[in-house]
C-alpha cells in the first residue's frame, strides 16, 4: 500500500556542535543547510536553545535567508524565543521543553499540565505567520491537549521507541491516528536512524520526521549528502512497499 510522501526535516544542530568544540567558523551550519537541501532534505531544522550550546542566533539569520526550504526552529516557550521567532519569522516554530542540564531533549512538552501558559505562546506564534507544532510525548490526554489549545501541528517523540522501550510503536500509532480525528498534523522525530525509521514511516498519519544527530553523526563517514539521500530513499521505501497500519513489519524489534 503506497502512502502519501514523507517530507524529511534535517537537524543540523550538531554541525555546530562540532564548530563550537574549537571556535571559528568551521563547518558552517549553513553549508550543511544546503548539502541537505540539495540531497533531498524538505526543510531544515535547528534548536535554538537558551545556552546557545550549538546554534547560534546569526546562524539562524543566516539560514533564514539563504535558503527557500522552510525552516523549522524548535525553541523554549519564552519570550526572549518568541520574540525572537516573530523577528525572523520562520515557516515553522516547534515548542520543545528544556533543560540547561539535559544532553538532549529528553521528553515530550508537558501540555496538558501547562495549557493555560501555552496556549497565548501558541496564538503569538500563529500571528506571526509560524506553523506551530507541539513536541510532545505519544500520550493521547497529550494529543488532545494540544488540540484544545489551537495548534495545528504536533512532533510526536520518537525518543523511547529509538530506545526499544516496549510498546512504544503502539503508543505512536494511535498517537498518530488521534491527530487525524482531531484534524492536526502530525510529525515525528528523536532518534531515527537508518534500521528504526520504517516503522514509523509507515504510520499513516505522520506527514514529517525530523532527524538530525544520527545523520551528522553517519556524515562523518559518509558525507552528509549521501546520508541525506540514503535517509530519503529509507523513508520513499518505507512509504511505498511496506504495509501500513497494525500489522506493518518491524525489522529487528
Not at 71 to 90: C, R, V
Not at 123 to 134: F, H, I, N, P
Not at 153 to 168: F, N, R, S, W
Amino acid at each position: 500500500m503506497a502512502l502519501e510522501r514523507l517530507r524529511l526535516g534535517v537537524n543540523i544542530d550538531h554541525v555546530a556542535t562540532i564548530r563550537n568544540a574549537r571556535g571559528g567558523e568551521h563547518p558552517d551550519p549553513l553549508d550543511a543547510a544546503r548539502i541537505a537541501i540539495r540531497a533531498g532534505a524538505d526543510g531544515i531544522t535547528m534548536h535554538l536553545r537558551e545556552d546557545r550550546r550549538h546554534i547560534r542566533d546569526d546562524d539562524v539569520r543566516r539560514v533564514r535567508a539563504a535558503i527557500a526550504a522552510p525552516l523549522n526552529l524548535e525553541m523554549a516557550a519564552t519570550d526572549e524565543m518568541i520574540a525572537f521567532a516573530k523577528d525572523i519569522q520562520p515557516h515553522a516554530a516547534c515548542l520543545v521543553p528544556e533543560r540547561r542540564e539535559e544532553v538532549t531533549t529528553e521528553g515530550g512538552l508537558d501540555v496538558a499540565g501547562h495549557a493555560q501558559a501555552l496556549r497565548p505562546v501558541v496564538e503569538a506564534l500563529a500571528a506571526a505567520g509560524c506553523r506551530v507544532s507541539l513536541f510532545i510525548d505519544p500520550d493521547l490526554e497529550q494529543v488532545r491537549a494540544a488540540a484544545a489549545i489551537g495548534a495545528p501541528v504536533v512532533e510526536l517523540h520518537t525518543g523511547a521507541y529509538a530506545h526499544g522501550k516496549p510498546g512504544e510503536l503502539a503508543r505512536l500509532r494511535a498517537a498518530a491516528a488521534l491527530t487525524g480525528e482531531l484534524g492536526l498534523e502530525c510529525h515525528a522525530g528523536h532518534g531515527l536512524t537508518y534500521a528504526n525509521t520504517p516503522p514509523i514511516a509507515t504510520l499513516p498519519g505522520v506527514k514529517e520526521l525530523n532527524i538530525g544527530h544520527f545523520l551528522i553523526g553517519q556524515a562523518i563517514f559518509d558525507g552528509l549528502a549521501v546520508v541525506v539521500s540514503r535517509m530519503r530513499s529509507v523513508m520513499n521505501v518505507a512509504r511505498t512497499e511496506l504495509p501500513a497500519g497494525p500489522s506493518a513489519v518491524v525489522p529487528g524489534r
